[in-house]
């Protein structure tokens, strides 16, 4: 039982902090955290200000080098669980 429950325990300790790590990295409001690209013009945005959809923040925060603590956390998690389970 202790297994299960350290098991689950990790997997969604993983989560919450690869959450949390996307969380830190900054405002997603602010355009100015994205370096500009002279290939791409400036989309025409129906604001002047800051948006919530900055031009090119891409899908950065899947990247294995900022994550592998909550990957590693949420694999070690469910190796507990599956082995639990077969036994």
């Known amino acids: 039982m202790a297994v299960i429950l350290i098991g689950a325990l990790l997997t969604v300790a993983g989560v919450v902090y690869m959450a949390g790590a996307v969380i830190g990295r900054g405002r997603l409001s602010d355009p100015k955290s994205s370096p500009a690209t002279p290939d791409r013009p400036a989309p025409k945005l129906a604001t002047t200000g800051p948006t919530l959809e900055p031009r090119r923040r891409g899908l950065g ?27």
């Open 61 to 87: 925060f899947f990247g294995l080098s900022q994550n592998w603590p909550g990957l590693l956390m949420m694999g070690v998690g469910l190796i507990m669980l599956l082995s639990a389970a077969v036994f």
